[in-house]
């Protein structure tokens, strides 16, 4: 069974940053390019940033490029996701997901809280 669980979530104010992470297990984490996607009240699931199985090639959406970082430990089964310069636009559920939106391989975690405000 595939199990990703997501921790790291909170509270900051804008300006600051928070790391997120996710541990996997159920499957061969090394084989599978992972993902952190977004969700805000009232919009569409977002796909936030993409990064593939050996973790040399990441892909990030315009609104975070450049704050957020995407990264992996194949040895821990672990990807985490580095959130500098937070806006409250950044406001959202953040999943950690096997595959990206729309892939055969998708499953996603139960999310984690992250709210941006003064």
């Known amino acids: 069974e595939v199990q990703l669980v997501e921790s790291g979530g909170g509270l900051v104010q804008p300006g600051g940053s928070l790391r997120l992470s996710c541990v996997a297990s159920g499957f061969t984490f090394r084989e599978y390019s992972m993902s952190w996607v977004r969700q805000a009240p009232g919009k569409r699931l977002e796909q936030v940033s993409l990064i593939n199985g050996d973790g040399g090639s990441t892909t990030y959406a315009d609104s975070v490029k450049g704050r957020f970082t995407i990264s992996r430990d194949n040895a821990k089964n672990t990807l985490y996701l580095q959130m500098n310069t937070l806006k409250p636009e950044d406001t959202a559920v953040y999943y950690c997901?096997?595959?990206?939106?729309?892939?055969?391989?998708?499953?996603r975690g139960q999310g984690t809280q992250v709210t941006v405000s003064s």
């Open positions: 997901a096997r595959g990206f939106i729309g892939s055969p391989s998708w499953n």
